[in-house]
């Protein structure tokens, strides 16, 4: 069988210009498109072409630079150098600009606060577009790596640990020296020894100013990296990092939201991300669903005032567990009198409030220990049976039913699946499974550009790249 070689030195006619080296229905062309319908005076990005000074490179084509470039995993500021000079599809997009690191650096250092609006105008682009529809909202969570070591976070404990080594190297070198002065015998190095002396000194004070730092800012833990950072925890182990959060529409699966908090958990989230997303929308939705993870009854209250359904089971509910035979559910609540009566017919009465929100009921430690069930039931003598209530229990019982209806059911299934497929093309397909920038607002940019350029590869998918051309354009 014959082979077909090439050949580096064959002369041809090149295209006349760029335009001809990307097809009509290239994906770029989208990118492009999206770019060119973005508010700029609503991200904040100045276009003034009259400037006098030196001249700058065009906003456009920095931000489209970076759009396409996230969309394809090229995030970094020398990477995306490099496609300028090499890539036709980001040679056709930057009209042949040719920025350095430094310069698309700086750009999105600068614009780190437009760049997080970017996703809240997409959104708004694909309502328009009748893309979103915003009557079921899926409310999800992941962590994401920061630009951190996690060897870099200190703790009050690991500072006075550290301190203690510190201060006894620096007594060690002390008597050092001063054995090195009796002796005079010159093996030592007082040089060298002053040297470690003042780096000892240093790391202390270092450290000090770590100890300060935590108390100044009431928090337990700090990263000297990036101090806006926290330790996550998950399946690859504890690192510093971040939780993003996303908001997606039941429709399309397109994102309407996304954040990043400074925290290893979902629990006081919900809220202020369906907030948000409403805000986005132009009108509350009529369903938010979400996993167990967001079970705070605080949060899931402040939505339900909206007249929104709210489908989030409780940590029960999530991982049930076969009842025991004096469980609480176990336990019949008489409203009328507020009161409790067990498996045996005994009445546990409200007793006060034990902890925040908790009231407690009990039958004495005399009628327990004349109970039949005494020490399967409760093993107390003194007290007896507790059982605890919260004081919003009503409203705690109606999301457990709420949850377990049918049709409820039938949305919670569809969770994993538009919930969890943003944050799979974001970490594997767009190779971001850590983010460059450092502290929230930086963070924030990132997720902004990531959830929108998932946006826009949803959307390719949907409509093809010159139906989404046509309809950005109008």
């Known amino acids: 069988?014959?082979?077909?070689?090439?050949?580096?030195?064959?002369?041809?006619?090149?295209?006349?210009?760029?335009?001809?080296?990307?097809?009509?229905?290239?994906?770029?062309?989208?990118?492009?498109?999206?770019?060119?319908?973005?508010?700029?005076?609503?991200?904040?990005?100045?276009?003034?072409?009259?400037?006098?000074?030196?001249?700058?490179?065009?906003?456009?084509?920095?931000?489209?630079?970076?759009?396409?470039?996230?969309?394809?995993?090229?995030?970094?500021?020398?990477?995306?150098?490099?496609?300028?000079?090499?890539?036709?599809?980001?040679?056709?997009?930057?009209?042949?600009?040719?920025?350095?690191?430094?310069?698309?650096?700086?750009?999105?250092?600068?614009?780190?606060?437009?760049?997080?609006?970017?996703?809240?105008?997409?959104?708004?682009?694909?309502?328009?577009?009748?893309?979103?529809?915003?009557?079921?909202?899926?409310?999800?969570?992941?962590?994401?790596?920061?630009?951190?070591?996690?060897?870099?976070?200190?703790?009050?404990?690991?500072?006075?640990?550290?301190?203690?080594?510190?201060?006894?190297?620096?007594?060690?070198?002390?008597?050092?020296?001063?054995?090195?002065?009796?002796?005079?015998?010159?093996?030592?190095?007082?040089?060298?020894?002053?040297?470690?002396?003042?780096?000892?000194?240093?790391?202390?004070?270092?450290?000090?100013?770590?100890?300060?730092?935590?108390?100044?800012?009431?928090?337990?833990?700090?990263?000297?990296?990036?101090?806006?950072?926290?330790?996550?925890?998950?399946?690859?182990?504890?690192?510093?990092?971040?939780?993003?959060?996303?908001?997606?529409?039941?429709?399309?699966?397109?994102?309407v939201q996304a954040d990043v908090v400074a925290e290893n958990h979902d629990l006081n989230q919900l809220a202020d991300q369906v907030d948000a997303a409403h805000e986005t929308l132009g009108e509350a939705s009529q369903t938010v669903c979400a996993d167990a993870g967001y079970a705070n009854y605080d949060e899931l209250e402040k939505i339900d005032q909206d007249k929104t359904k709210v489908i989030v089971p409780s940590r029960g509910?999530?991982?049930?567990?076969p009842a025991k035979p004096f469980d609480k559910s176990q336990f019949a609540y008489d409203s009328e009198h507020d009161v409790y009566v067990c498996p045996a017919g005994q009445v546990l009465r409200y007793r006060g409030i034990e902890e925040e929100k908790k009231k407690v009921y009990r039958a004495g430690g005399r009628v327990c220990r004349q109970c039949r069930h005494f020490g399967q039931c409760t093993g107390s003598r003194k007290n007896g049976r507790k059982i605890v209530r919260y004081v919003n229990e009503e409203f705690r019982e109606r999301m457990a039913a709420q949850y377990e209806q049918e049709d409820s059911q039938a949305i919670y299934k569809l969770r994993k699946e538009k919930a969890e497929l943003p944050f799979g093309h974001i970490k594997r397909n767009l190779k971001a499974g850590h983010f460059l920038l450092r502290g929230l607002a930086g963070v924030r940019a990132e997720a902004s550009l990531l959830a929108s350029c998932f946006n826009v590869a949803r959307m390719i998918s949907l409509l093809g790249v010159r139906a989404l051309q046509a309809k950005l354009a109008t």
């Open 317 to 321: 509910q999530a991982n049930p567990d």
């Open 1 to 255: 069988m014959a082979y077909r070689y090439g050949s580096r030195a064959q002369q041809t006619f090149l295209p006349a210009s760029v335009e001809d080296y990307v097809a009509s229905d290239a994906p770029v062309r989208a990118y492009d498109a999206f770019v060119e319908a973005l508010d700029f005076d609503g991200l904040g990005i100045e276009l003034d072409s009259g400037k006098v000074g030196n001249s700058s490179y065009d906003p456009k084509a920095m931000l489209k630079l970076l759009v396409y470039g996230y969309s394809y995993g090229v995030r970094s500021s020398r990477k995306l150098e490099r496609e300028t000079h090499y890539n036709l599809s980001f040679i056709w997009l930057t009209g042949g600009l040719k920025p350095d690191h430094k310069t698309i650096a700086e750009f999105r250092r600068k614009h780190k606060s437009a760049l997080s609006q970017v996703l809240k105008q997409c959104a708004r682009l694909c309502v328009e577009l009748d893309l979103i529809e915003g009557n079921t909202l899926f409310v999800d969570g992941t962590n994401v790596r920061a630009s951190a070591s996690v060897s870099h976070h200190w703790t009050a404990s690991r500072c006075r640990k550290r301190l203690k080594e510190i201060d006894r190297r620096i007594e060690e070198i002390l008597s050092e020296c001063d054995r090195t002065d009796d002796a005079e015998s010159g093996d030592g190095s007082l040089v060298k020894m002053g040297e470690e002396l003042a780096n000892q000194e240093a790391l202390r004070r270092k450290v000090v100013g770590i100890v300060e730092q935590l108390q100044a800012g009431g928090r337990s833990s700090v990263n000297t990296t990036d101090a806006d950072c926290v330790r996550t925890h998950g399946r690859q182990g504890s690192h510093a990092g971040y939780r993003m959060q996303a908001v997606v529409d039941g429709k399309h699966g397109l994102l």
